[in-house]
Structures are given as structure tokens and as C-alpha cells.
């Protein structure tokens, strides 16, 4: 298989467990939850970003770079993964982070400073706009830069997926468990698109739900269906195959990291069923998709459904006021 061609660098513990959670699959109403647990991926504390990671850091170890760039929100996951991967291949890492600069370092930002990641605000700017302007002011420098795009989702990014799509087909198999949907938070949509192709080559017939967290859903569609068709050409696989992208974009509520009360209960009700902490940002919205198409109907109670832990914890520990609130009222 071609994708055993590509080169990577290991830097995530693979594979991540599959878990099943009997109180929150009733909880919620489900005839059977499981969980994988790509919060386990152990870089930086772990998370999805790890997987796409190992691709392309030895991308940018192959064109010898000594510095590597990428973007995101200051409590980007996959900012304080780079900068770690960045560390852990020798290299240095410049982060450019969206809107003013911020004073009080929480969070994710904690471990971007421990990790001497140097930032950059994009201001007034687009982050696209910053990016080139510092990269441009490196190269001046002398230096050979290598650029990760937001959340590493590209074809080589997504790579990291195809894989985990595999792994977790072969999981399924040894388990007897044959899904029925698996939900994830989607944005940026490397996740989706790699592992929508994954489980397609691994024989899980599962349909792939993303859940928005930031764009609509004609915007991440598209993004996903353009990775999926340079992934197949890369591969030599044909995608025809595949199950049209399904991404619902109404639990996003105010914008990117803001939360709803479906989110909050999300978030709570993890804790609180089965111990599984989950983020404010990213899981917690991607749960509350599935908490709410059980609610209204949508998804069929005799449903058997994974839900993919992409990690993201830090968060819960920056501004609490804007992300979440530790006082949510779950028994209704």
C-alpha cells in the first residue's frame, strides 16, 4: 500500500485505545458509545494533531528546514502540538496566532512558552497575511522555514488519519463492534477527510458525521472533498466509493470556542457519566452534535456510534467565563 511509502517520524503512542461508555451511551440514548481515545496520541499532552504531525515533520525534515510555522487561535491545540513535534525533531517553532496579543498566558499557551515556541499576533492582519510577512523576515535570517497549514490539514497532513481509520477498523474487527456513525469535531477538515478514507480501506462501513466548530457546512464539505480527492490521487485509490461528507454546522452557536448550553452539558456529562474529560473548544461541541440529533430525532436510538476524542484539554484551564462555565445543571 502506498501509504506505507510515505515517510513519517514517530512521534504519537499508537495505537489509541477504544472505549467503551455504557452510563453516558444511556445517558445520551444510544443503543451502544465508544470512544477513541485520541487524546491518548501522548505528545504535549496529546491529541489528534499528532497523527498528522508524523507526516509532516519528516516532510520538513526531508527539505532540511530549521524552523517550523504554523497558525491557529492562541489556544490552538494544534499550535501547542507543533511546537512540541518541533522540539522533539530538533527543530525551532513560530506560531502565528489570530486577533490582538494577549497578556495573560493560559492554557494551551502555558505549554507554547514552555516549549519556547516564539508568537506572533496577526493584529488587524489575516493570520495568512502575518504568516508570509514573518516567514519572509526568517528567510532574510538565513533560516529555511517549513510551513503547516491551519490544523496541518493538508493531503500529506491528513495522511495521519488514513491510518487511524485503519487502526480503528482493525479495532472494530477484533472487538466485534460494527458502527453505525462515528462522530468528531470538524474545522479545518483534515480529520474527517483522512479518516473517511481510513476506515473506507480498513472495511468499516460507518458513517462519518463531523460536527462544525467554527466554518458551515458547505465550507468544510468542500475543503474535505478537495483533500479527499488529492489523498486518492497520492494513494492510487479510487474514492468513488465513498459516502457523500456529512458535516452539520448548527451546534456552533456564537462562533469558534464559544460555548452553547448543549456543549456545556456535553462537557459535564462526560465528566460526570464516565470520568472522560473533554474539551471546551472542540470535543465538547462535536458531543453535543450527537447529544442533539438523538434529542431531535435525527440519529436512531438503536444507533451504535464512536465518538473520536481529538484531545484539546488545556483549554478547559484558560478563561473559563468565555469558554466554558464549571456550573452546568445536567439532569434535565
Avoid at 463531523?210 to 464539505?221: A, P
Wanted: hydrophobic fraction near 40%; charged fraction near 25%; include cysteine.
Amino acid at each position: 500500500m502506498k501509504l506505507e511509502q510515505i515517510p513519517k517520524v514517530k512521534l504519537a503512542f499508537l495505537p489509541t485505545p477504544l472505549q467503551k461508555l455504557e452510563r453516558l451511551g444511556k445517558k445520551i440514548g444510544v443503543r451502544e458509545l465508544y470512544v477513541k481515545r485520541d487524546d491518548q496520541t501522548g505528545l504535549a499532552l496529546g491529541g489528534n494533531k499528532a497523527r498528522k504531525l508524523e507526516y509532516l515533520m519528516a516532510d520538513a525534515l526531508d527539505v532540511k528546514a530549521d524552523v517550523v510555522f504554523t497558525l491557529g487561535g492562541p489556544q490552538s491545540n494544534h499550535c501547542r502540538q507543533t511546537a512540541a513535534a518541533a522540539k522533539a525533531c530538533g527543530l525551532d517553532s513560530v506560531l502565528i496566532f489570530s486577533g490582538e496579543k494577549i497578556e495573560e498566558v493560559q492554557g494551551n499557551m502555558v505549554l507554547d512558552k514552555l516549549l519556547n515556541s516564539k508568537w506572533y499576533f496577526a493584529g488587524d492582519k489575516g493570520r495568512e497575511e502575518k504568516l508570509d510577512e514573518i516567514v519572509e523576515e526568517y528567510r532574510k535570517k538565513g533560516k529555511t522555514p517549513y510551513i503547516i497549514p491551519l490544523g496541518g490539514s493538508n493531503a500529506l497532513g491528513a495522511m495521519g488519519y488514513v491510518e487511524g481509520g485503519i487502526e480503528l477498523a482493525k479495532q472494530c474487527q477484533e472487538q466485534g463492534i460494527d458502527p453505525d456513525y462515528i462522530f468528531i469535531a470538524t474545522g479545518s477538515g483534515g480529520t474527517q477527510a483522512g479518516l473517511m478514507l481510513g476506515i473506507h480501506l480498513g472495511g468499516l462501513k460507518a458513517k462519518v458525521i463531523g460536527i462544525s466548530v467554527s466554518g458551515t457546512s458547505d465550507e468544510i464539505t468542500e475543503k474535505v472533498n478537495n483533500l479527499l480527492v488529492e489523498m486518492g490521487a497520492k494513494l492510487d485509490v479510487d474514492i468513488k466509493g465513498l459516502p457523500n461528507v456529512i458535516v452539520y454546522d448548527e451546534f456552533v452557536g456564537e462562533g469558534y470556542g464559544r460555548p452553547t448550553e448543549l456543549s456545556k452539558r456535553a462537557l459535564k456529562m462526560s465528566a460526570t457519566e464516565e470520568g472522560l474529560i473533554i474539551d471546551p473548544v472542540y470535543t465538547a461541541k462535536g458531543l453535543s452534535g450527537l447529544i442533539g440529533m438523538v434529542e431531535d430525532g435525527r440519529l436512531d436510538t438503536e444507533s451504535s456510534v464512536i465518538f473520536l476524542h481529538t484531545g484539546g484539554m488545556p483549554a478547559l484551564f484558560a478563561e473559563t467565563d468565555l469558554y466554558w462555565k464549571p456550573d452546568v445543571d445536567i439532569t434535565r
